[in-house]
């Protein structure tokens, strides 16, 4: 996910152009949140980070243990 400051909002599309150069495969965009999701290869993340007026959020994943196991 892809979150855009308050001050670059009036930006969006600019920075949707930026995003999509570097790789980022838009799937939504929420301008009234300024929020954009999508995907890119991990590797290119830096280069994201780049582009200003936005914090880039890395997806989370988290693995529960079994249902047999000891710690639940």
Not at 7 to 13: G, I, K, S, V, Y
Not at 18 to 27: K, N
């Amino acid at each position: 996910s892809i979150a855009v400051d308050d001050a670059h909002l009036d930006r969006l599309e600019e920075i949707l152009q930026a995003l999509q150069a570097q790789g980022f495969q838009v799937t939504q965009t929420l301008p009234t949140l300024g929020v954009i999701t999508g995907a890119i290869e991990e590797n290119q993340l830096t280069a994201l980070s780049q582009i200003p007026g936005i914090q880039v959020e890395k997806e989370q994943t988290y693995q529960l243990p079994p249902p047999g196991s000891a710690i639940q």
